[in-house]
C-alpha cells in the first residue's frame, strides 16, 4: 500500500507540483493526498497503469485525458520510455553486426563480444530499474522530471494539449456556408 506521506527531500530529480484534480468533481476528504481524486478514477492508479502496461493504456491515456496533468505527464514518460529502450537496444545490435563483420573471427571478436553483452546488460538493468522508479513514483503520486525523459514528456504532453484544443476550437466553430447564386 503506498504511503501518503510527502516525498523524501533526498529524493534524485525534479519534482513537479500536481495539477489540479477535476475541477467540479466533489472533494469528500479535506486530508487526502495531492493528487488523490474522489468521485471518478484515482490519478495515481491510472498514471501506474501506464507503465505496467505500456503501450496500449498510455497511448490510451495520452489521448483521452483532459483535465490531468500528472496523468498525462506519466503517460507521455512511459510512452517514450518504452518507445526509446527498444530503440537503444536495435541500435546496439546494429553496432553489434557491423563491428562483428568488421573484424571477423579471433580474441578480439571474442572480446568485442563480451563488451556488448555487458552493454546489452547494463541496458537492460538499468531500464528496469528506471521503470521500477518510474512506476513507484506514479503510485505515491510524484512526478519526478528525469533529465532527458522528463523534458521529451513534457513536451510531447504540451504538444498534444495544444493539438486538441486547437481541434476542439475548430469544431466549435460555425461552419459557414458560402452563398453562391
Known amino acids: 500500500m503506498p504511503s501518503d506521506s510527502p516525498p523524501h527531500p533526498s529524493s534524485s530529480g525534479r519534482e513537479q507540483p500536481l495539477a489540479e484534480a477535476d475541477v467540479g468533481a466533489p472533494e469528500t476528504d479535506t486530508a487526502s493526498a495531492p493528487g488523490v481524486q474522489r468521485g ?67 580474441a578480439l571478436a571474442f572480446v568485442l563480444g563480451l563488451l556488448f553483452i555487458g552493454a546489452f546488460l547494463v541496458l537492460g538493468i538499468g531500464a528496469l530499474l528506471l521503470w521500477l522508479r518510474m512506476l513507484a513514483d506514479s503510485w505515491a503520486g510524484q512526478a519526478t522530471v528525469f533529465p532527458v525523459l522528463g523534458s521529451l514528456a513534457h513536451r510531447l504532453e504540451r504538444l498534444l494539449t495544444e493539438v486538441r484544443r486547437e481541434v476542439e476550437v475548430a469544431r466549435s466553430r460555425p461552419v459557414r456556408q458560402n452563398d453562391t447564386v
Open 40 to 106: 471518478r478514477r484515482n490519478p495515481r492508479v491510472v498514471a501506474a497503469l501506464c507503465y505496467a502496461v505500456p503501450y496500449v493504456v498510455a497511448l490510451w491515456v495520452l489521448l483521452r485525458e483532459r483535465r490531468n496533468r500528472f496523468v498525462r505527464f506519466h503517460a507521455a514518460q512511459s510512452l517514450i520510455f518504452f518507445v526509446t529502450i527498444p530503440l537503444m537496444q536495435l541500435m546496439l545490435f546494429a553496432a553489434l553486426v557491423v563491428v562483428g563483420n568488421i573484424v571477423g573471427i579471433g
